[in-house]
C-alpha cells in the first residue's frame, strides 16, 4: 500500500495509468508465449519480445492518434471551451488531455520502457531516454500541467507512430524479419506503404509541427503563466517545473527535427536524388 501510495503522490501512476500499463505488460507476456512457443516457425519465434511489442504499438498508437487528433482539431462542442487562455493550457486540467497522459504514462512505466531494456532488439540508448523524458512529462501532465498539450504530445502526433510500429518490424538490423519480408511479397507491400505513410507523416508532423508547436505555442504560453501568475497562486506548478518542460520541450524538439533529417535522407536516397560521388580518371 506504501508503494502504491509513493507512485500517486510523485508520479501521478493513477488505477487508470495502472490498467493501461498492467494490459500492455500482461498482452507483452501472453503474446510472448505465443509467438515463441505457439506458432510454427518463422521471424516471430526468433524475435518474440520485438515482435510482441510492435503488435501492441500499433493498436495503442492507433487509438491516441485518433482520441488526440480528434481533441487537437475537431474538439466537440463541450470540450471546446478548455485551453482559452495560457492559464488554462498550462495550469487547468483539459479532460481528454489528462486521460491520454495517464494512458502514456501507465504503458511507458510498466512496460514500454522495462521492454526497452530487458528486451534485446529494442534496446537503444536514445529511445531509452526519449521514453523516460516522455514519462517525466505525462507524470506532470496528471497533476495537472500541460494536459491541454497532451491532446497533441500524446496524442496526435502518433499519427506518424501508427506505420513507424511496422516499419520499425522490418528494419534491417532486425534481421530474421528483414530477410522474411524478402520471401514474403504481401509483407513487402505492407511495408513499403507503411514506409510511405511514415515519411509522408513523420516530416509535416514531427520534424516540422512539433517543433512549431513548442516553440510558437507551449513556451510563450509556460513564460506567461511564470511571468503573470505568482508563485504561491500555482503551488502545483513551481518555476522549476515549468522551465524543466521548457526543457524537455526543447530537447525532444531538437530530436524530432534531428530524427527528421535521417527520414529525409532516406526519402532522397529511394527518390534518387542527391549528391552523387564521382571518381578521378
Wanted: charged share 15%; proline share 7%.
Amino acid at each position: 500500500m506504501l508503494l502504491w501510495d509513493l507512485a500517486v503522490a510523485h508520479l501521478g501512476v493513477t488505477p487508470l495509468a495502472m490498467r493501461w500499463g498492467c494490459g500492455c505488460l500482461g498482452a507483452q507476456l501472453a503474446l510472448y508465449g505465443l509467438f515463441a512457443h505457439a506458432l510454427p516457425a518463422g521471424p516471430w519465434t526468433k524475435l518474440p519480445g520485438l515482435t510482441a511489442h510492435q503488435a501492441i504499438c500499433f493498436p495503442l498508437m492507433l487509438y491516441l492518434a485518433v482520441v488526440g487528433v480528434q481533441a487537437w482539431l475537431l474538439a466537440p462542442p463541450e470540450i471546446a471551451g478548455y485551453g482559452a487562455t495560457a492559464r488554462s493550457r498550462v495550469l487547468e486540467e483539459h479532460p481528454i488531455g489528462s486521460v491520454l497522459s495517464q494512458i502514456v504514462l501507465g504503458e511507458l512505466l510498466l512496460w514500454d520502457i522495462p521492454c526497452s531494456l530487458f528486451v534485446a532488439d529494442l534496446r537503444e540508448g536514445l529511445m531509452v531516454a526519449h521514453h523516460i523524458g516522455m514519462a517525466i512529462v505525462a507524470s506532470s501532465s496528471t497533476r495537472p500541467l500541460f494536459s491541454f498539450y497532451a491532446t497533441f504530445f500524446f496524442g496526435a502526433i502518433e499519427v506518424s507512430g501508427v506505420p513507424l510500429s511496422i516499419v520499425d518490424l522490418f528494419h534491417p538490423k532486425h534481421k530474421h524479419w528483414a530477410e522474411y519480408e524478402k520471401t514474403a511479397p504481401r509483407f513487402a507491400a505492407v511495408n513499403e506503404a507503411a514506409r510511405i505513410c511514415f515519411a509522408a507523416a513523420y516530416l509535416p508532423l514531427r520534424a516540422c509541427y512539433f517543433p512549431w508547436v513548442v516553440a510558437m505555442h507551449a513556451i510563450p504560453d509556460i513564460l506567461e503563466v511564470i511571468n503573470q501568475i505568482p508563485a504561491d497562486e500555482r503551488p502545483h506548478a513551481p518555476d522549476l517545473a515549468l522551465y524543466g518542460v521548457i526543457t524537455f520541450g526543447v530537447a525532444f524538439s531538437v530530436l524530432q527535427i534531428y530524427w527528421g533529417v535521417l527520414v529525409f535522407k532516406q526519402v532522397l536516397k529511394v527518390l534518387g536524388v542527391g549528391p552523387k560521388s564521382t571518381k578521378k580518371a
